[in-house]
């Protein structure tokens, strides 16, 4: 599985991804998912699904504002971007 979190703006994604960072979450700034459009473009994907409880209560912490969470199967293709 793949974690998401979606944000209407960009202000909010990075001042949750350094809180992440700063907590010891693994984290990544990712594109939003072609399936789910109507946030600012930018997600959080995070790895673990154990960190959400954290990851929520820094959210409450420091009244960040976050569209969703959003989880969402793996499907990649191992061959994308292979040319022979």
Not at 52 to 72: G, P, Q, V, W
Request: charged share 35%; hydrophobic share 30%; proline share 4%.
């Amino acid at each position: 599985m793949l974690y998401y979190i979606f944000f209407k703006d960009t202000k909010n994604g990075q001042e949750l991804y350094q809180l992440m960072k700063e907590n010891g979450i693994k984290c990544t700034i990712a594109p939003t998912p072609k399936t789910e459009d109507h946030c600012c473009g930018i997600s959080i994907l995070y790895y673990n699904i154990e960190d959400r409880e954290l990851i929520e209560k820094l959210i409450l912490e420091n009244k960040i504002e976050i569209l969703k969470f959003y989880e969402k199967e793996k499907d990649i293709n191992p061959d994308r971007m292979r040319f022979c």
